[in-house]
């Protein structure tokens, strides 16, 4: 089963917000409309009526004009809210009044939005509420008939929305993690595991953008493989590969988190630093890190790498100096 974290993570928040201040909206409505087909009739039924209606205009209202304060704590808490409210409509219009028909519109929501093992703890609430009748007013076979025949339908409505809207989540979250899985793989190359030339050119332009606002220095090194062309012709392509695939390996692991390396062209690499001149800020060398794949005994032959470093001076910020 789903967690509710990930659940909720594939919910359309912002819209489901809005459709339940619809419904409270609609539910006020509709009450108001039946009201003359069930007036109440219980003592303080009047004030029950209107603070009830009252309740639904002000949840409507919140989750309508103020859908980015409401937690989805609060939206399941107004799901949970409305069998109560619904139950105490039926209590003051009479155990077989319309009013009962609303218990529908809260049940197939709460089904839709909520997570399963949030809906099964709802649905013995609501069930609750439903048969809340038998209670106060006592058993009697027209009344259970009545009460048990909607429970019939109510109940499997909400667990086939419930089981609906899960399997639509659980697909847009696959498609979403396989989305993300295809982005990343475009911006590596497959060769090297370095980031390709398309992830190179955006991330430097972020970070000349970066380093302009900022007034950072920021430095490129390009370093370009002296010898490659004599591997490849000497012992095959093969060879070749698996040659960019140690400087690959060399570049990933000599760099550091400040420094971003990338497969640049064909036999040229390039690693992006947010410093430049082989300084630190303070002015003193840094350690820039040193990579290579150098030949051996049995091996294809080693291959040298002959760098350009360009660096981007110190820049003021856009907004000035403080």
Known sequence: MMPSSEFYAALDLATAKRIGGILWAAGAAITLAMLPLAIPDRP????????????????????????DRVSINELWASSFLAPGAIAALVWVGGSMSPYAELFLLSCVYTGAVHPPRRVFVYLVWFSAAVCAPLVYDGWSSDLAAHIFGH?????????????????????????????????????????TGLQNRRAFDEEATAAVQAAHAAGRRLSVLVADLDGFKRVNDTYGHLAGDECLRAVGAAIGGAVRAILHGARWR???????????????ERGGPHDEGRCGAAGSEGDVGGVGAGRGEAALPRISPLWGDE
């Open 44 to 67: 303080l039924g009047w004030v029950v009526f209107g603070v009830v209606v009252l309740s639904c205009i002000a949840l409507a209202l919140r989750l309508l004009r103020s859908p």
């Open 151 to 191: 429970l019939i339908i109510w109940l499997p409505i909400t667990l086939v929305a419930m089981a609906y809207t899960a399997r639509v989540r659980s697909q847009r979250l696959g498609l979403t993690a396989e989305g993300n899985r295809a982005r990343a793989q475009a911006r590596l190359d497959a060769l």
């Open 266 to 280: 064909a036999d040229a690499a390039g690693v992006r630093h947010g410093r430049a001149g082989g300084r630190d």
